[in-house]
Nanobody
Framework: VQLQASGGGLVQAGGSLRLSCAAS????????MGWFRQAPGKQREFVAG????????YYADSVKGRFTISRDNAKNTVYLQMNSLKPEDTAVYYC??????????????????WGQGTQVTVSS
């Protein structure tokens, strides 16, 4: 399984970015997908998850109301729309493919494949 994340970059506080993650290697629509992030000196943390069909989503409290996860099963791609970005959102963002089809509680143990990460930097 390969996950290729893209869309990161440098943006000012209050701005927006859209991350994409293209998946290949197994039936995309059988698996929930998630986004995680890791800031320098911090542990990787859950950001958002989406179930196999896109009908159920789950967000970390820190991004709720600002970020939106979505997926296009025809394109084998999951997205993360990030609005109202804050400097504390600065991190490397990783997409991940879950072992299961449901959203779950954001635990990294539910995910068995990870992308290479894309850097998001929010300047103040």
């Amino acid at each position: 399984v390969q996950l290729q994340a893209s869309g990161g970059g440098l943006v000012q506080a209050g701005g927006s970015l859209r991350l994409s993650c293209a998946a290949s290697g197994r039936t995309f629509s059988n698996h929930a997908m998630g986004w995680f992030r890791q800031a320098p000196g911090k542990q990787r943390e859950f950001v958002a998850g989406i179930n196999w069909s896109g009908t159920s989503t789950y967000y970390a409290d820190s991004v709720k109301g600002r970020f939106t996860i979505s997926r296009d099963n025809a394109k084998n791609t999951v997205y993360l729309q990030m609005n109202s970005l804050k400097p504390e959102d600065t991190a490397v963002y990783y997409c991940a493919s879950s072992k299961v089809s449901y959203t779950g509680n954001g635990s990294p143990q539910l995910y068995d494949y990870w992308g290479q990460g894309t850097q998001v930097t929010v300047s103040s």
